[in-house]
């Protein structure tokens, strides 16, 4: 069973207006998220992350919100640009009393692809 | 080159070949990771490296073989695969092992005929 999931696959925005990717997630063990873009034939690159302890973090156009109640977070670009059309993949990771160890492991969500018309 | 460069892009290969793929980073990072990406599947880990030695092993089959001679080349031997091991193989790394980031190559596109 998925414990990060990402229930639209695919999500049409105009360019300028807002972009909302959504994310749920099942294990309230994690305690940190991070937001992947990927575009064709590269790899994800990080985009943006979130700890717990907070409800919001901002970095220019992009701003993840942590629901931790109801296990939702979500990333709003603002405003859209035609750059920003990519495969956006979710991703959230716990510490040391999940995975009996000190490391840090990554569950990822299926993804969202972003087309962002002109 | 910087970041993190993975070889061969593409991959065709036979029930009965045996290859390997081939990541290199260029960012000083301590902690290496082998990921699968299967067709509407998420990423799903691996391998774990840290330090060159393999710390996580998430019940990978073994005609998968992961190998980190050093801190900045990992592979993944292959062998015997089958056709459902087509997929897209990503390695990443990370500062530590402890680091949330990670930051990823491109990917191989395997393909098993």
């Known amino acids: 069973d998925q414990q990060v999931k990402q229930n639209s696959p695919s999500l049409s925005v105009q360019e300028g207006r807002i972009s909302i990717l959504n994310c749920d997630y099942t294990n309230s063990m994690f305690d940190y998220f991070l937001w992947y873009k990927k575009y064709p034939a590269e790899g994800p690159t990080f985009l943006i992350s979130?700890?717990?302890?907070?409800d919001k973090n901002e970095d220019g156009r992009f701003t993840v919100f942590l629901n931790k109640s109801a296990k939702h977070l979500s990333l709003h670009i603002v405003p859209s640009q035609p750059g920003d059309s990519a495969v956006y993949f979710c991703?959230?990771?716990?510490?040391?009393?999940?995975?009996?160890?000190?490391?840090?492991?990554?569950?990822f969500g299926g993804g969202t692809r972003l087309m962002v018309k002109p | 080159e910087t970041g993190v460069t993975q070889t061969p892009r593409h991959l065709v290969m036979g029930m009965t070949n045996k290859k390997s793929l081939k990541c290199e980073q260029h960012?000083?990072?301590?902690?290496m990771y082998w990921y699968k990406q299967s067709a509407k599947k998420p990423l799903e880990l691996m391998f774990v490296?840290?330090?060159?030695?393999?710390?996580e092993n998430n019940s990978v089959p073994s005609r998968f073989s992961p190998e980190c001679p050093n801190s900045s080349h990992l592979f993944l031997h292959l062998h015997t695969l089958q056709p459902e091991d087509s997929a897209l193989y990503l390695c990443?790394?990370?500062?530590?092992?402890?680091?949330?980031?990670?930051?990823f190559g491109p990917g191989t596109r395997l393909t098993v005929t």
């Open positions: 991703a959230a990771s716990g510490t040391a009393g999940i995975y009996n160890n000190a490391g840090n492991m990554l569950t």
């Open positions: 960012l000083g990072h301590n902690a």
């Open positions: 979130i700890s717990s302890i907070k």
């Open positions: 990443a790394s990370s500062q530590t092992w402890g680091s949330y980031e990670q930051y």
């Open positions: 490296y840290s330090l060159e030695e393999r710390v």
